[in-house]
Structures are given as C-alpha cells and as structure tokens.
C-alpha cells in the first residue's frame, strides 16, 4: 500500500469523526444567552476533543511524510490508532452531557491513553519498516513528549475519582504539548 493511500484512507476516517462529534452538539431551546448556560460542558468537551482529534491528523500527515515507505505491519497499528480515535466522539459526549463527572472523566481518559498508545505502536511499526539509520527513526529518538503523554495520560484516569478538575488540566496539558506540531519531524523534511 502507498503512504498516499494511507494516509488519504486516515485523513478520510478523522474528518469523518469529527463530523460526528458537532453532529452530537445539540441546539439550545431557547433564543437567549442563558439557553446557552446548560450547554458549556458540553462545548468546552467538544472544542478539547476536537483540538486532540487536530493534533492527531496534523501528527499524523507528518508522520507519514517523514518515511520513505509504508509496510503491511503498519496497517493494523494504523486501524488500532483509528478505533481508539472513533471513540472519541462517545465519550466526548458523555463527559459533556455529565458535566465532567468523575467516570465519564476516567473513561474519555481511557481513550486519550489507548490512543496514545496506538499511535506510539503506529510510531513503532514506521519506524521498523525504515531502514536504521532513517529520518524517522532519527527525529522520534527516545520520543520524550510520547512518553509524558502516556503518563499524564494514565495519572488522568484514577485521579479523576479525585478531583475531575485535575485530569481535565491534564487532557489540556497534553494537548497543549503536542499542539505545536512534533518539530522533531519537521525538522527532518
């Protein structure tokens, strides 16, 4: 399979996650700015998780443009990184309808951390179908920023039955770690 398709396939199934997630965003009943009140949960979930699904497509394409070709071990890494994405819209909404109750809030961490995982095992399989010495493999090095992830990710999900608010300032933090695009890549094209 080419990069191309690849990436023309995961670009596709993002635009089409996010298109479900403001389809789940209801209209308010009511013409005034309090008929907005109710649903700023709701919205505040909404723009973060559309901002993860962002960082994931921009890291994504620069990814795939930082490798010299892609292999069938990447597929299904690449499918994995997909499903835990096409999650997202679920929970961003149950986090949301529930005004950042302490479950929901565990299990839309669960999501970020398992699709954290998938694409560090997206990460993995690219970088063992280059050759050794490949950009890829030299601008991910001992990947710091995926390693912080995980563990902020995985701090997030019990520390929730904490304090909510605590895990929704690490949903944030990691975002705002990745929302720079992975400079390591750039550099590299």
């Given amino acids: 399979m080419s990069k191309t398709r690849l990436e023309a396939f995961s670009d596709a199934v993002i635009a089409i996650i996010m298109t479900v997630m403001v389809l789940e965003l209801r209209v308010p009943h009511g013409a005034d ?40 071990r990447v597929l299904w890494p690449n499918l994995h990184l997909l499903f835990w994405l096409s999650l997202i819209p679920f929970v961003t909404g149950w986090m949301g309808e529930n005004h950042f109750a302490a479950l929901p809030t565990a299990v839309y961490g669960v999501v970020l951390l398992m699709s954290a995982v998938s694409y560090t095992l997206l990460v993995m399989a690219l970088v063992a179908g280059q050759e050794h010495s490949s950009r890829l493999s030299r601008a991910i090095g001992r990947d710091y920023k995926g390693k912080v992830s995980l563990v902020l990710y995985a701090a997030a999900i019990p520390l929730a039955f904490v304090n909510q608010m605590i895990s929704d300032a690490l949903y944030v933090a990691v975002a705002l770690i990745w929302f720079i695009p992975d400079r390591r890549i750039e550099e590299q094209h």
């Avoid at 649903?39 to 890291?59: A, C, D, E, K």
């Avoid at 994504?60 to 010299?68: K, N, P, R």
């Fill in 33 to 72: 700015w309090t008929a907005l009140r109710p649903m700023v949960p709701s919205f505040l979930t909404y723009v973060l998780s559309f901002v993860i699904l962002g960082i994931y497509w921009n890291n994504h394409h620069h990814l795939l443009h930082a490798v010299e070709r892609v292999t069938g």
